[in-house]
């Protein structure tokens, strides 16, 4: 299939060979550990989006909060960041599942 075109519609520069835009790397020195912080720290942001949204509500709801501007923002900062962590969540029970299914 070929990209260019679709490509050079986007992109300022156009693109010769989709095999030059991904990179991936042939040692990943990434092991199970880092993945896992990573992901434990994602949890941990979602969880402080979701509390700083929880404190801009009741904010606005006490009305100590002018505008309800911050409330919404605090609001889909924190969806979007749960809507991504329970993507990543959904793709690792996946994963795991495919590999518990293998044969050895």
Same mark, same amino acid.
């Given at each position: 299939?070929?990209?260019?075109?679709?490509?050079?519609?986007?992109?300022?520069?156009? !693109?010769?060979?989709?095999?030059?835009?991904?990179?991936?790397?042939?040692?990943?020195?990434?092991?199970?550990?880092?993945?896992? =912080?990573?992901?434990?720290?994602?949890?941990?942001?979602? =969880? =402080?989006? !979701?509390?700083?949204?929880?404190?801009?509500?009741?904010?606005?709801?006490?009305?100590?909060?002018?505008?309800?501007?911050?409330?919404?923002?605090?609001?889909?900062?924190?969806?979007?960041?749960?809507?991504?962590?329970?993507? !990543?969540? =959904?793709?690792?029970?996946?994963?795991?599942?495919?590999?518990?299914?293998?044969?050895?």
């Amino acid at each position: 299939m070929d990209l260019t075109k679709i490509q050079n519609l986007y992109m300022s520069t156009p !693109v010769k060979d989709y095999k030059n835009v991904v990179e991936i790397p042939k040692n990943d020195s990434k092991d199970f550990s880092a993945i896992f =912080d990573a992901a434990l720290n994602m949890v941990s942001e979602t =969880d =402080d989006l !979701v509390h700083k949204a929880d404190q801009e509500s009741m904010r606005f709801i006490l009305g100590e909060a002018d505008n309800s501007h911050d409330m919404m923002i605090a609001q889909q900062k924190a969806a979007i960041a749960l809507q991504y962590t329970v993507a !990543v969540k =959904d793709k690792f029970l996946q994963s795991y599942q495919t590999i518990t299914n293998m044969q050895i």
